[in-house]
């Protein structure tokens, strides 16, 4: 396994490359990579070696589905190819990654345009965490010459809202940022709230940055309504058949040094789960839906029927 490889896994892991979809699409150019660099001598070392990187990648974020759709994606043809040569299985790998990387691409500026036909002249907007597919939504309405401004939360503790601050201030857009606890106090200048998912539930629940279902929640109790945008590769297969997503928790020394308070338990999830009820519509580059469609979508994107196991 190349250094590049490794790299790429780490810097998943350790949130060097963070935001759903940038891990998908890093997670399929490590695949190409793996899959242009291979020394194996025969198939079946060809396609074991894949298959050590595609664990390898989807063991670094338990909760993002984006990265196991995305690898699932690239290498769900080799099953059915076991009789071909390395120059072909090579040549699938290469070609799936490919189309993964430009459709992921293509669904958030697809996304864009849809969502920004629900933003109106003159809103105001909140997000929270950095998603490119909510910022996509508000610098697409902005572009569009409507006189939007947007409030930005820090996003506590690995503060990605700096990171959206900086894209939409450079957009143009007139930003605030508070932080993540303002919230309810700041909603009633709000006229909705935008955000990405990490994943989606066949109930329509999405999975996202911790302290998403406060807003949400916040939102619903003072009637803003609350968009999530996310590209259809988020939604989550195994909720199909009830399985449940992992909530990731990372290193409490991302909070602060646990030396600092001795005899104290620090928790560090990275994720919560917002309720269906507390969302408006669910924006995807296949088109608008309530959450409640959530599961209608994930069988027509996954092909499942009832009774049909899921790999």
Known sequence: MVDQVKRIAQDIRTMKIRGAGK????????????????????????????????????ATRPTAVSLPNAVK???????????????????????????????SNNAVK????????RISNGDV???????????????????QGKRIKAFVTESRPSRQGFISVRELSKAGVPTTMIVDSAVRYFIRDVNKVVVGADSIAANGAVINKIGTSQIALIA????????????????H?????GSLVEIEE???????????F??????????????????????????????QAAYTLLQAHFEWKPGEELV
């Open 250 to 260: 990372r290193d409490p020394r991302e909070i602060v040094n646990p030396k600092r």
């Open 73 to 103: 994606f690239v290498v769900s043809k080799l099953a059915s190819m076991k009789g071909a040569d390395i120059v072909t299985l090579r040549k699938i790998i290469v070609s799936r990654a490919d189309e993964f990387i430009h459709t």
């Open 23 to 58: 891990i998908g699409r890093a997670a399929a150019t490590a695949l190409k990579i793996a899959a242009k660099t291979s020394k194996a001598k025969t198939s079946s070392e060809f396609m074991k070696e894949i298959d050590r990187v595609a664990l390898l990648l989807i």
């Open 125 to 143: 907007l909140m997000t929270h965490c950095n998603s490119q597919c909510a910022l996509a939504v508000i610098k697409t309405a902005f572009r």
């Open 237 to 241: 297969p195994g909720t199909l058949v």
């Open 262 to 291: 001795p005899r104290v338990k620090i928790r560090n999830p990275v994720f919560d789960v917002t309720p269906p009820e507390f969302i408006d519509l669910i924006i995807t580059e296949r088109g608008i839906v309530p959450p």
């Open 220 to 235: 619903h109790e003072a009637r803003v309504p609350f968009f999530v945008a996310a590209e259809s590769y988020k939604f």
């Open 110 to 117: 697809v996304i864009g345009e849809i969502g920004a036909r």
